[in-house]
């Protein structure tokens, strides 16, 4: 940690010591005392200040006296009144944390207890600034100026500023990590002293084992430019430059919020993602354990039991012990088998070795899990390729599959290969009678896996298929002979499109059986495709040209698709709306730009931009009011305001995750456990999904957490 990032928080902690003896020696008593009802398994009280209650802060138990360390965050009313509710017997730490406030001493307390606390006000600008999200922060990075693009200037003359706008939005370094916390606002001492903050950028960006990666996109694809602004941005901040906006403390239902964190996973290692229940049968696994998702950094999964507060480990085999680390080319480009510079808090130590590679994994409605995982290298067997009896390898053969999918069923622990011809991201269940999984990351194909038929026959081959994207664009409603991507028109045939990069997210609608996907995420077009299984036939729809990017999306119960927008919006897609027709010649993305929506993320704008720099990583439509918010709501990831947001009534709730500062999701789940229990028996889960969970709050050291969020019907409720 750099020496004067130690000395702020040494300072603030000292600070936050003083006001409190000051606050100590002049008396509340002249206050009435706000009366607060607690059981014994709460903790309870009021949160007062100098001018009275404080309203809308948070306030903290943390305890590392359970199997694994576990806080439980809640909200002060408008009376400044908190209840913490139905804490395991333990010892706790309890504090307040508020915007305009620095941190109260912690005080020491257990279940039954009324506990009052003393806020502490920021003694200056500094000290508040350092608790805001990491948006209020990063939105001091300055964009190039529109004449700077174009070839004009020393950016690339492909770079266009939409491209730059939507890679230093939810796709560049800021799909990986939360840009604007401390750690990243400020240059690790351990790697020196530097010219400028340009060289600082090129020296910290190389660590790792993603250093290649990321050096290649912003010295190669950018020609090295983005290095000057976001030195110029650290450079500033070095300075004494602050935040000009300032984060609104929780209002309304966001003070509603029970927020229940627990440690799950190593020090070294991240996780992508976590999964709880069925998202079409959200009482599936109810009270059940948690299962986590560590991408390329580990074949252990971390399992999370939340009546025991414990966390177990499973390894993923893979069918071939043999196999390579899934790590480097040809297709596992976003990490590599070794570093290439040391990092500033980890050295030359390798931390990443998997070869399962889970990205994602679902609940079915038996309760087991169905992972997209690695079983094999990358070459398809024959089965796949030209030459094949198999249907879908006579239509496209496919060469290489980035990764395969397996089932676990946790009643046994046994754990099943499925091996895939197509590559797996993002798998989702269909609604139809064969519960068919459909997958993302395919490719130039969609690719699903009938689980009815592999449950009655265990043949993965016979039991799976795919497709390429075709558009209906002879406008007869069925599919032809196609003519290529690159090829022009033909009246008498339909045509293939590579949609962009590909298939991103994955989203089978609960109203038509049709599949639909976010594309475009990395390069191309970004849009919406609509899959039909019955006709093989698809459906592209680019974002207009204000949108200019997306990454994660879902579907509600009328078959509206959302996503997280690269212009820090929810944009959503109504093809309901569509005025022309959906097919034939003109049908080829740009025909019904009547059917998107966009509602602004919170938070402040890049300098002259109108949207937010909320860089948003995943949607997810909460069809079964599992959040307690209603039915049908959708939500962010929101990954620079340290948690999430949901479109509710036409209006944004900010769900914020204040404690350990620089939560980063990368999605998210729901579940009800009990459908009598009310606000106790559902909930929303995440974990921490950032790939160096080392650079939040608490430093070296730090793991990732799984949160669970409910809202009750008020802030003191039990």
């Known amino acids: 940690m750099p020496h004067s990032v130690r000395s702020s928080r040494l300072s603030i902690a000292a600070l936050a010591f003083s006001f409190a003896l000051a606050a100590s020696s002049s008396t509340l008593a002249a206050q009435p005392r706000a009366k607060v009802e607690i059981g014994k398994t709460d903790?309870?009280?009021?949160?007062?200040?100098?001018?009275?209650?404080?309203?809308?802060?948070?306030?903290?138990?943390?305890?590392?006296?359970?199997?694994?360390?576990?806080?439980?965050?809640?909200?002060?009313?408008?009376?400044?009144?908190?209840?913490?509710?139905?804490?395991?017997?333990?010892?706790?730490?309890?504090?307040?944390?508020?915007?305009?406030?620095?941190?109260?001493?912690?005080?020491?307390?257990?279940?039954?207890?009324?506990?009052?606390?003393?806020?502490?006000?920021?003694?200056?600008?500094?000290?508040?600034?350092?608790?805001?999200?990491?948006?209020?922060?990063?939105?001091?990075?300055?964009?190039?100026?529109?004449?700077?693009?174009?070839?004009?200037?020393?950016?690339?003359?492909?770079?266009?500023?939409?491209?730059?706008?939507?890679?230093m939005n939810n796709v560049d370094c800021i799909g990986c990590h939360q840009l604007g916390q401390e750690s990243t606002r400020t240059v690790p001492a351990q790697f020196g002293e530097f010219p400028s903050g340009r060289e600082a950028w090129m020296r910290r960006i190389a660590s790792g084992q993603a250093g290649a990666l990321m050096i290649n996109r912003i010295a190669g694809q950018f020609g090295g430019v983005p290095f000057k602004y976001f030195g110029d941005w650290t450079d500033r901040?070095?300075?004494?430059?602050?935040?000009?906006?300032?984060?609104?403390?929780?209002?309304?239902?966001?003070?509603?919020?029970?927020?229940?964190?627990?440690?799950?996973h190593t020090d070294k290692q991240y996780l992508h993602d976590l999964?709880?229940?069925?998202?079409?049968?959200?009482?599936?696994?109810?009270?059940?354990?948690?299962?986590?998702?560590?991408?390329?950094?580990?074949?252990?999964?971390?399992?999370?039991?939340?009546?025991?507060?414990t966390v177990t480990f499973f390894r993923l085999p893979v069918a071939d012990p043999g196999m390579p680390e899934t790590l480097g080319p040809p297709l596992h480009i976003s990490a590599a088998p070794k570093i290439a510079a040391p990092s500033a808090y980890w050295g030359e130590e390798k931390l990443w070795d998997s070869r399962a590679n889970n990205h994602n994994s679902m609940f079915d409605k038996q309760g087991r899990l169905w992972l997209a995982a690695n079983v094999r290298a990358v070459q398809n067997p024959a089965a796949c390729k030209k030459g094949s009896e198999h249907p879908s390898a006579k239509a496209f053969p496919l060469e290489l599959s980035q990764r395969q999918a397996a089932m676990l069923d946790p009643k046994t622990m046994k754990y099943t290969f499925i091996d895939t011809c197509f590559g797996t991201h993002h798998p989702q269940f269909g609604y139809d009678k064969d519960d068919t999984l459909w997958f993302s990351g395919g490719g130039p194909v969609v690719g699903w896996l009938n689980t009815r038929m592999f449950d009655e026959t265990g043949d993965a081959m016979k039991s799976q298929g795919w497709s390429p994207f075709v558009l209906d664009t002879n406008g007869n409603g069925k599919r032809d002979e196609y003519v290529e991507p690159d090829q022009p028109l033909d009246p008498a045939k339909d045509k293939r499109i590579t949609a962009g990069s590909g298939?991103?997210?994955?989203?089978?609608?609960?109203?038509?059986?049709?599949?639909?996907?976010?594309?475009?995420?990395?390069?191309?077009?970004?849009?919406?495709?609509?899959?039909?299984?019955?006709?093989?036939?698809?459906?592209?729809?680019?974002?207009?040209?204000?949108?200019?990017?997306?990454?994660?999306?879902?579907?509600?119960?009328?078959?509206?698709?959302?996503?997280?927008?690269?212009?820090?919006?929810?944009?959503?897609?109504?093809?309901?709306?569509?005025?022309?027709?959906?097919?034939?010649?003109?049908?080829?993305?740009?025909?019904?730009?009547?059917?998107?929506?966009?509602?602004?993320?919170?938070?402040?704008?890049?300098?002259?931009?109108?949207?937010?720099?909320?860089?948003?990583?995943y949607t997810w439509v909460d069809q079964h009011n599992t959040s307690g918010l209603g039915e049908n709501i959708p939500m962010s990831t929101a990954n620079l305001n340290d948690g999430f947001v949901a479109l509710k009534d036409g209006k944004m709730v900010m769900i914020r995750i204040p404690y350990p500062m620089g939560f980063y999701a990368k999605g998210f789940d729901g579940r009800i456990d009990d459908p009598a229990g009310g606000w106790k028996g559902r909930g929303l889960w995440s974990t921490n999904g950032d790939r160096t969970p080392w650079l939040m709050e608490g430093g070296k050291g730090s793991k990732p957490r799984a949160v669970h969020i409910q809202f009750r019907p008020d802030p003191l409720a039990r």
């Open 43 to 167: 903790i309870g009280g009021v949160v007062s200040g100098a001018k009275g209650p404080e309203a809308g802060v948070w306030v903290i138990a943390e305890t590392t006296d359970l199997p694994t360390k576990f806080a439980r965050i809640v909200v002060t009313d408008a009376k400044g009144r908190y209840l913490i509710p139905d804490l395991p017997t333990a010892n706790y730490s309890v504090w307040v944390r508020g915007y305009g406030l620095v941190d109260s001493p912690k005080l020491r307390a257990k279940p039954g207890q009324i506990l009052d606390h003393r806020a502490v006000p920021a003694p200056n600008a500094a000290a508040a600034a350092h608790y805001y999200p990491a948006i209020y922060w990063y939105s001091m990075l300055k964009i190039p100026p529109a004449r700077d693009f174009g070839g004009s200037t020393d950016i690339p003359k492909n770079i266009t500023r939409e491209i730059w706008l939507r890679q």
């Open 237 to 264: 901040i070095a300075r004494g430059e602050l935040p000009k906006a300032k984060p609104p403390r929780p209002q309304g239902v966001e003070r509603n919020i029970v927020i229940t964190s627990w440690e799950w």
């Open 275 to 309: 999964i709880a229940s069925d998202r079409r049968n959200p009482t599936v696994n109810a009270y059940g354990p948690l299962y986590g998702s560590p991408e390329y950094s580990s074949d252990n999964i971390p399992i999370l039991d939340p009546k025991t507060n």
């Open 503 to 617: 298939t991103y997210a994955v989203m089978p609608s609960p109203v038509d059986g049709s599949i639909w996907y976010t594309v475009g995420t990395f390069a191309g077009q970004a849009g919406f495709l609509r899959f039909d299984p019955a006709t093989g036939l698809s459906e592209i729809y680019n974002l207009p040209k204000n949108g200019y990017g997306i990454r994660g999306g879902d579907i509600d119960k009328n078959g509206v698709v959302w996503g997280s927008a690269s212009n820090g919006s929810l944009v959503s897609f109504d093809r309901r709306k569509c005025k022309g027709p959906l097919n034939g010649p003109k049908a080829t993305g740009d025909h019904c730009p009547e059917g998107f929506a966009f509602y602004r993320y919170p938070g402040p704008g890049f300098a002259g931009e109108k949207t937010s720099a909320e860089a948003s990583y």
